[in-house]
């Protein structure tokens, strides 16, 4: 009753290990076992106790060969019950996979959540999520132990993961102001914290859990500064900033973007949310001076590659497309110079477009 909330639950196994209690809990769709993950992991079945571990397993699918109360297969309600330790007996050491150790929540060498597995009743399955619960004294029951958490406050636990781990950047040019303007295209981002140890890695918490989605959506595999980013969701509920702000240990790496004027996403409403695209090679300037000429906007851009194709717009010399040489060029333009200040009192704003620069004699 604790999981279902989150989704179809498909198979469940329990089992005793050690002095603890886990489970496997396989649900029919990935974004599922993502929210009950990231909405459970740390949360006390008891006030103060059972402390809930979970972590995204190695197995494709959880195999149920009996129906009791230590292991169910809901898709086949005509298994035999068993013993109440048969199930267990199977299963011997199963892998619990690498996510709980790692600091940043697995996404560096670890598989994404939501990589589809090769499963063999469907390959659309979630995948199983192991699940363990940290207590002093084994918590007994099975299920129906667990059950009786359904009556704590849901609504306490969160909204779903809205801070992403970026790895594989280039540590020598990326700063928290790229990280923010770049992800800043999906959702409005809160705060980003380059890791002092790992400066090729980051946490960047949004607003919304929807921009953090977005952004893994889109930004996964794009290339910056010559490598491609490694985006996933992160364990962390929140980016915390240095408790001295002088600390010199954090040296800029943690920035608070709360009160930015580039946020995209304030109006909930903005057209910003249904034109959301992968990076391409096209952008769109917006907030132009009218005297500004096309060669110098066409310089202004091509600091950062060739600009293959520029157009104002008919009705509006405010606005124009820029069409760079490759799509990194474009992503790199955009980082810099979306939110420059290009005239007093003007800071142009820069997006990935959808839109084509038609030749003359084109339709």
Same mark, same amino acid.
């Given at each position: 009753?604790?999981?279902?909330?989150?989704?179809?639950?498909?198979?469940?196994?329990? +089992?005793? @290990?050690?002095?603890?209690?886990?489970?496997?809990?396989?649900?029919?769709?990935?974004?599922? /076992?993502?929210?009950?993950?990231?909405?459970?992991?740390?949360?006390? !079945?008891?006030?103060?106790?059972?402390?809930?571990?979970?972590?995204?397993?190695?197995?494709?699918?959880?195999?149920?060969?009996?129906?009791?109360?230590?292991?169910?297969?809901?898709?086949?309600?005509?298994?035999?019950?068993?013993?109440?330790?048969?199930?267990? /007996?199977?299963?011997?050491?199963?892998?619990?996979?690498?996510? =709980? #150790?790692?600091? $940043?929540?697995?996404?560096?060498?670890?598989? #994404?959540?939501?990589? *589809?597995?090769?499963?063999?009743?469907?390959?659309?399955?979630?995948?199983? %999520?192991? %699940?363990?619960?940290?207590?002093?004294?084994?918590?007994?029951?099975?299920?129906?132990?667990?059950?009786?958490?359904?009556?704590?406050? %849901? &609504?306490?636990?969160?909204?779903?993961?809205?801070?992403? !781990?970026?790895?594989?950047?280039?540590?020598?040019?990326?700063?928290?102001?790229?990280?923010?303007?770049?992800?800043?295209?999906?959702?409005?981002?809160?705060?980003?914290?380059?890791?002092?140890?790992?400066?090729?890695? &980051?946490?960047?918490?949004?607003?919304?859990?929807?921009?953090?989605?977005? &952004?893994?959506?889109?930004?996964?595999?794009?290339?910056? $500064?010559?490598?491609?980013?490694?985006?996933?969701?992160?364990?962390?509920?929140?980016?915390?900033?240095? @408790?001295?702000?002088?600390?010199?240990?954090?040296?800029?790496?943690?920035?608070?973007?709360?009160? #930015?004027?580039?946020?995209? $996403?304030?109006?909930?409403?903005?057209?910003?949310?249904?034109?959301?695209?992968?990076?391409?090679?096209?952008?769109?300037?917006?907030?132009?001076?009218?005297?500004?000429?096309?060669?110098?906007?066409?310089?202004?851009? =091509?600091?950062?590659?060739?600009?293959?194709?520029?157009? +104002?717009?008919? *009705?509006?010399?405010?606005?124009?497309?820029?069409?760079?040489?490759?799509?990194?060029? &474009?992503?790199?333009?955009?980082?810099?110079?979306?939110?420059?200040?290009?005239?007093?009192?003007?800071?142009?704003?820069?997006?990935?477009?959808?839109?084509?620069?038609?030749?003359?004699?084109?339709?």
């Amino acid at each position: 009753r604790v999981f279902k909330k989150y989704g179809v639950i498909l198979r469940i196994v329990t +089992f005793s @290990k050690g002095a603890t209690l886990q489970s496997l809990i396989e649900f029919d769709q990935v974004l599922a /076992a993502i929210q009950a993950k990231s909405e459970l992991e740390g949360q006390n !079945i008891y006030a103060g106790c059972c402390t809930l571990n979970i972590q995204f397993s190695n197995l494709d699918v959880v195999t149920v060969k009996y129906n009791n109360d230590r292991s169910r297969d809901f898709t086949n309600p005509h298994l035999p019950s068993g013993n109440q330790d048969s199930s267990v /007996a199977e299963l011997g050491g199963i892998p619990m996979g690498p996510f =709980g #150790s790692s600091p $940043f929540g697995g996404a560096s060498a670890a598989p #994404s959540p939501y990589s *589809q597995p090769s499963s063999p009743v469907g390959g659309s399955m979630g995948g199983p %999520m192991g %699940m363990g619960g940290s207590m002093g004294g084994q918590m007994g029951g099975g299920m129906g132990g667990m059950g009786m958490a359904s009556g704590m406050g %849901m &609504a306490s636990l969160g909204m779903g993961p809205s801070v992403l !781990i970026v790895s594989n950047m280039e540590e020598t040019r990326v700063t928290p102001d790229v990280i923010f303007t770049l992800f800043g295209v999906y959702g409005d981002v809160l705060r980003v914290k380059i890791m002092y140890n790992r400066k090729d890695t &980051a946490l960047v918490q949004f607003t919304l859990p929807s921009g953090a989605e977005n &952004a893994y959506n889109n930004l996964n595999g794009v290339f910056l $500064f010559g490598k491609p980013l490694k985006v996933n969701f992160s364990k962390h509920q929140q980016v915390a900033l240095p @408790k001295d702000s002088s600390n010199e240990g954090d040296s800029g790496l943690t920035k608070d973007f709360s009160g #930015s004027p580039l946020h995209r $996403f304030k109006n909930p409403n903005s057209k910003h949310t249904s034109h959301l695209i992968h990076p391409v090679d096209m952008l769109h300037v917006t907030n132009l001076p009218l005297d500004i000429s096309d060669e110098q906007v066409r310089g202004l851009f =091509g600091q950062y590659g060739t600009v293959l194709g520029f157009k +104002f717009f008919e *009705q509006n010399r405010k606005m124009a497309l820029v069409q760079m040489g490759s799509v990194e060029e &474009a992503t790199h333009a955009l980082v810099f110079l979306h939110g420059y200040k290009i005239a007093e009192g003007a800071h142009i704003r820069v997006s990935f477009s959808k839109s084509k620069i038609h030749k003359p004699g084109e339709a």
